[in-house]
């Protein structure tokens, strides 16, 4: 027994509710029109929300390609995975109840009604693989954007490692002159300062250039 209206207006399912009255002929066969009619308004008010879902997975994606991706867009990646995921969960059911009906044989089933309900059916399993595809986009963006902190974290240990190294130069020359061993004869040499400026300024400048062309500076 089918009892899918209540006396008096209801918002939600008026559409329904006019469509079944506009259509007296169609009511002939009897509840399984009503289900029929409810089932299809339920798949259409599924599209909207598909439509609203894409176009934010759309802008999240262009963010991943330019690697403009921020805190605030993966929090919002992250909740658009957990509402798909609840659409779907909604949708799946659907379809078994749908395949259910276009096969059963009841009393008022007609071929009719059957084709009908086949068309509810492909239309709540495009609904699924949409659902499905937003799915697999945002799964491929949130690892993009795992790869692209990964590389952008790597990127800045590679140029803080070359700075490191280049710094390692004088730091090491200077402290080598700043032990103050009472036998260094390289500062009797007349020119020894200048000779020590010039090595370390050398050094520095083939180690920045060793790393600039291995992209890490």
Same mark, same amino acid.
């Given at each position: 027994?089918?009892?899918?209206?209540?006396?008096?207006?209801?918002?939600?399912?008026?559409?329904?509710?006019?469509?079944?009255?506009?259509?007296?002929?169609? @009511?002939?066969?009897?509840?399984?029109?009503?289900?029929? #009619?409810?089932?299809?308004?339920?798949?259409?008010?599924?599209?909207?929300?598909?439509?609203?879902?894409?176009?934010?997975?759309?802008?999240?994606?262009?963010?991943?390609?330019?690697?403009? @991706?921020?805190?605030?867009?993966?929090?919002?990646?992250?909740?658009?995975?957990?509402?798909? @995921?609840?659409?779907?969960?909604?949708?799946?059911?659907?379809?078994?109840?749908?395949?259910?009906?276009?096969?059963?044989?009841?009393?008022?089933?007609?071929?009719?009604?059957?084709?009908?309900?086949?068309?509810?059916?492909?239309?709540?399993?495009?609904?699924?693989?949409?659902?499905?595809?937003?799915?697999?986009?945002?799964?491929?963006?949130?690892?993009? #954007?795992?790869?692209?902190?990964?590389?952008?974290?790597?990127?800045?240990?590679?140029?803080?490692?070359?700075?490191?190294?280049?710094?390692?130069?004088?730091?090491?020359?200077?402290?080598?002159?700043?032990?103050?061993? #009472?036998?260094?004869?390289?500062?009797?040499?007349?020119?020894?300062?200048?000779?020590?400026?010039?090595?370390?300024?050398?050094?520095?400048?083939?180690?920045?250039?060793?790393?600039?062309?291995?992209?890490?500076?």
């Amino acid at each position: 027994m089918l009892s899918p209206f209540a006396t008096g207006e209801s918002s939600s399912y008026l559409a329904v509710r006019q469509r079944c009255e506009a259509t007296p002929a169609a @009511l002939a066969h009897g509840e399984n029109y009503i289900l029929y #009619s409810i089932l299809d308004f339920i798949v259409d008010n599924y599209m909207p929300v598909i439509e609203v879902v894409q176009e934010e997975v759309e802008k999240l994606e262009d963010l991943v390609l330019r690697e403009q @991706l921020g805190k605030s867009d993966i929090e919002r990646l992250y909740l658009l995975r957990r509402k798909l @995921l609840r659409l779907r969960n909604a949708v799946v059911p659907l379809v078994d109840v749908c395949r259910r009906y276009e096969h059963i044989d009841l009393p008022g089933m007609d071929p009719t009604l059957q084709s009908l309900f086949r068309d509810v059916t492909d239309h709540v399993r495009r609904v699924q693989e949409d659902i499905d595809a937003l799915r697999e986009v945002l799964a491929f963006a949130f690892e993009a #954007s795992v790869m692209i902190g990964q590389t952008e974290q790597t990127a800045i240990a590679r140029k803080l490692a070359a700075w490191a190294a280049i710094l390692a130069v004088p730091t090491a020359i200077a402290g080598i002159y700043g032990m103050n061993f #009472s036998d260094m004869p390289e500062l009797k040499f007349q020119y020894g300062y200048f000779v020590v400026l010039g090595v370390i300024c050398v050094l520095c400048l083939g180690l920045f250039t060793f790393f600039r062309r291995r992209k890490w500076l």
